[in-house]
């Protein structure tokens, strides 16, 4: 009983901190978040079946937070990564278009 007890605060615990924050969590907040329950949740489990599911989650936690927030992490800079590639296309393509309207505007001008 005491076991779930525990595991329960624990979840309860994470969904309290996550709702509480007041911005969005990013990507490497959110792996930690979910690295850390998961960590929990499975340091339990593996601790009850030798009788110290507290001290399993208590193990488990934090090395789910830093493995999930390391993953996170990854996930973030990937994200950057990507977002400064479209960036460039973005510009690249307003490139083109500026100069195909600046080649229109020459041909028109060379026929006259």
Known sequence: MKQRYNLGFAIVLTLVLAAGCSSPLTTREQGGLIGAGV???TGAI???TVGHAAVGALIGGPV???AG???GDQLMGQEQRQDE???QIDRNQAEVERLRRENERLREQSER
């Open 46 to 48: 593996i601790g009850s």
């Open 64 to 66: 789910g937070l830093i």
């Open 69 to 71: 927030a390391l993953i």
């Open 85 to 87: 590639q479209q960036r």
């Open 39 to 41: 960590g929990a949740g």
